[in-house]
Every structure is written in structure tokens, then in C-alpha cells.
């Protein structure tokens, strides 16, 4: 382990101590893997169980869990809850993986917890992840927060974030990634996203293609007598369509018409989810007015800070930001890119991954009319863009090959007109190092 001893170090030097001294799965990708809960339940034992101060909802899928985290966040926001929200990875700050009220922690927060902390976590030797979700919830009990909505990092029975016990749990859904760890086929997969299901437990199943998949929760939720809510049974939902404005039409059971902010064709997957726990809370005794319901949908980007979701970042031509990069994602992102060029005149894909994905398969899914600027991101886990470009080319796709995702931008923006659209995506990391490129947006405050 490489230990700096850094002492009296400024949030910028603290980051980097971080990076340099526990693995960080962002960046390294399989090296950084730790499963299992010792070094987590460590951690929080030294700190006192601080998860036991608030209330946590407990949030795992292979798809859609960060939407539904921020727009649950955003909802009990409105409510006039204190909120507290961890997500990962961040895209350009570390600070946005932890949130109170949508405010990043603050920069001496978190050069304190690793100042206090470093002489019990160095021998401990965790991972990054499961160091910054012990700060998350530390920083949560520090904050008084009522709720912390809490995202899984990978799977659910081994992440580190499965220390707690929350009121609710919530799978959004299954589909292929991280099979590595994971599991290859779909109920291996299914096995760890249960393994957040706890004792007496509720939880919220969202979309299940796979009747494998079903059997693998019902038999987890019945051994833990856990109450088992899908969904697809719900009926919160009556009506959704993508208006014109990119914004979301819902009509819903509970709270009447409401309208999503978010944008791109699995948002309405995600708003049937996050209505389905809603009438849970408010069944839980959790105060939820509809007032505070369409305050959370209308405006949950400028409460949460949520980025890179069908994110809109220029006009003329219109660029978008997403960050969806497996199979799963991208059967509702070429939906959306089919819809969005009935009014277009071109599309331009920039388009990166990382090393450890699917890529024949997702680029199977990716439109076949665009014009093509293959690239890779600034960390170690960008597959090269020259690999990239090789699998590109075998399934019949042309484009250009460009060292930088800033180079790849240039080019693409220097190409397009004003009526056509230009897509940046493929890679979390990606959009992470485009987003700071265009002017106007805020990452760092």
C-alpha cells in the first residue's frame, strides 16, 4: 500500500492521497474490486454505526438506480426533509458522490474524516468505495439528515454499502454488466442485487424481463420474510409520453399529472418505480404531499445537482451528455436517438467505453445512421481508442478515431450544423471529461 503521511493537507491534496493510496474501481477497474463486508463493518464499528442516526433507503439495479436515488432525494426535499444522497462514481468532482440537500460535502469535511481517520483505515487497507461511503455516512449523521438514499456501488450482497439497515430496499432492475463479478447469466446477477433484501424488510422490484430473475427474488424475499412489492403490479402509473420540450408527461394514480424533468426514453420506467415507493413511504407514515411529488419531478437536476442523464449542454447544434454504457441502457438510448432524428438533420456519436464492458454487443445496439468519432477517456480503465476502433470497424461502423475525448468534441462540433445532434456517451468517463468543455455549467462549486 502506498502511504503518504500527509499531514495538514488541502482538499486538493487529500483527493489525491485518496486516489493514490486505496483502490479506486473508477479508475483501475478489476485491481480495486474488494468484495465482501469486514473492512465496511470495521469502519463503521470504529465510527459508531453512524447509518443508525436517520433513516436510509437502500438502492440497487444494474440500470436507472441513480435516477431513482435523485429523484427520491428531490421528492423528500420538497417535503421539507434534510436529505442526504450518495451515488457513484462522480464525473468531475468528488465531493458529488455525497450531497445534503443537493449540496456537495464540503471540501473541509472531507479533509477532517481522512485526517481523524487515517490511523485506523491504513492498516485496514479498503478500497476507495468502501472508504467514501463510511465519509457518506458519517457525514450524514453529522448533517442530522431525516433520509439518506443510499445507491449500491456493484451488485448488492457483497458492496459495502450493505452494512445497513434500511426502511425500504429498491432493485431497479437486471440486465448484463460487471459480469465479472456479478455473475454471468442474469439470475447470478439477480443473486447479488437480492442480497440487499434483508429481514422483514420491504422491497420495491422494478422492471423484470426474466422469469428466472422473479424466482430468484421471490425465493431470497420468502426466506426473509421480507414484504415483496413489483412494480408491474403497482398501477401508479396510468399514462407517460415524451413531450416535444424533451420533458416527460405522467399521469399518475397517487398525484395526478406530473412532469419530468429528466429527459430520455427509461425515465418513465424510472418515474413507475419511484411512484411505487412513494405510496410505500406514505403507507410507512412518511409525509408526502403532491405539491413536494411534482416539485421533485419538475426540478430534480437544480435539487440534486443531477448530471449526464440525456443532458442537454448547447444548442445549435444540440449536443447531449449520457451516461448509460451497457446493454441495458443503450435499448432505450437508440430508441431515444431514432425519435430525436425524425426532426434532425445529422447525428454525430462521440463515443468511448471502458475496458471491462461488452462492447460487440453494445455497439450492436448503437444507430447505424451517424457519422461516427471513436475516442477514449482520461483514466486507466478507457478501453484504447485503436481496440475501440477495431470492433467498430467489424461491425461496419465508419467514423474517426480521436485521441481525447476534448479532440473528438472539436471535431464533431466543427462538423455539425445547427439542426443536427451531436451524442457523447458510450463511458461515464466520457461525458465526465466532456462535460467540463462546454461553458455555462457549474461542476466544482
Known amino acids: 500500500m502506498n502511504v503518504l503521511h500527509i499531514k495538514n493537507m488541502t482538499y486538493e491534496e487529500t483527493v489525491q492521497y485518496l486516489y493514490a493510496s486505496v483502490p479506486v474501481f473508477q479508475h483501475q477497474g ?27 433507503i437502500h438502492v440497487a439495479g444494474t440500470n436507472g438506480k441513480g435516477s431513482v436515488c435523485h429523484l427520491l432525494a428531490a421528492i423528500l426535499q420538497a417535503c421539507g426533509y434534510t436529505v442526504g444522497l450518495y451515488t457513484s462514481p462522480h464525473l468531475v468532482d468528488f465531493r458529488e458522490r455525497i450531497r445534503v440537500n443537493g449540496r456537495k460535502i464540503s471540501r473541509e469535511y472531507v479533509v477532517d474524516f481522512v485526517e481523524r481517520t487515517k490511523p485506523f483505515f491504513e492498516p485496514l487497507q479498503p478500497s476507495f468505495f468502501e472508504l467514501t461511503s463510511t465519509m ?21 450482497r457483497l458492496d459495502s454499502t450493505n452494512i445497513i ?62 414484504p415483496m412489492y413489483w412494480v408491474g403490479d403497482q398501477d401508479v402509473l ?25 429527459a430520455g ?41 443531477l448530471h449526464g442523464r440525456w443532458e442537454v449542454v448547447q444548442q445549435e447544434p444540440c449536443v447531449v451528455c449520457d451516461t448509460g454504457h451497457n446493454e441495458g441502457a443503450w435499448v432505450f438510448l437508440r430508441r431515444h436517438l431514432e425519435a430525436e432524428m425524425k426532426r ?12 471491462d464492458k461488452d462492447v460487440e454487443n ?22 484504447p481508442v485503436k481496440q475501440l476502433m477495431g470492433y467498430a470497424i467489424m461491425q461496419g461502423f465508419s467514423g474517426l478515431m480521436c485521441d481525447s475525448v476534448e479532440e473528438a468534441v472539436q471535431k464533431a462540433l466543427a462538423a455539425a450544423g445547427e439542426n443536427d445532434l451531436v451524442f457523447i456517451g458510450g463511458s461515464t468517463f466520457v461525458v465526465a471529461d466532456a462535460l467540463p468543455l462546454f461553458p455555462g455549467q457549474e461542476y466544482n462549486s
Open 165 to 226: 439497515t434500511p426502511i425500504l430496499s429498491i432493485i431497479t432492475n437486471v440486465s448484463p454488466d460487471h459480469q465479472k463479478f456479478l455473475g454471468e447469466t442474469l439470475p447470478e446477477i439477480a443473486t447479488e442485487k437480492a442480497g440487499i433484501i434483508k429481514p422483514g424488510i420491504p422491497v420495491i422490484i422494478g422492471e423484470v424481463d426474466s422469469e428466472e430473475v422473479v424466482e430468484v427474488f421471490k425465493e431470497r424475499a420468502n426466506l426473509l420474510e421480507a
Open 238 to 262: 396510468q399514462e407517460s409520453y415524451l413531450m416535444d420540450t424533451g420533458e416527460w408527461y405522467f399521469n399518475s394514480s397517487d398525484y395526478g399529472q406530473l412532469f419530468g424533468q429528466l
Open 30 to 56: 478489476a485491481g480495486a474490486y474488494k468484495p465482501g463486508l469486514e473492512r465496511s463493518e470495521a469502519l463503521d464499528n470504529y465510527l459508531q454505526n453512524p447509518h443508525t442516526a436517520y433513516r436510509t
Open 136 to 156: 457518506a455516512l458519517d457525514y450524514f449523521r453529522y448533517k442530522k439528515v431525516d433520509f439518506a438514499i443510499i445507491e449500491t456501488g456493484l451488485g448488492g
Open 362 to 383: 453494445i455497439l450492436s445496439l448503437m444507430p447505424d445512421q451517424a457519422f461516427y468519432y471513436f475516442t477514449q477517456a482520461s483514466v486507466e480503465r478507457a478501453m
Open 265 to 305: 426514453a427509461v425515465q418513465a420506467r424510472n418515474a413507475d418505480t419511484v411512484l411505487c415507493t412513494l405510496r410505500l413511504l406514505v403507507h410507512m407514515g412518511v409525509h408526502i404531499p403532491a405539491t413536494a411529488v411534482r416539485e421533485g419531478f419538475e426540478h430534480v437536476i437544480e435539487l440534486t445537482g
Open 344 to 355: 434532425r438533420d445529422r447525428l454525430h456519436m462521440i463515443i468511448g467505453m471502458a475496458n
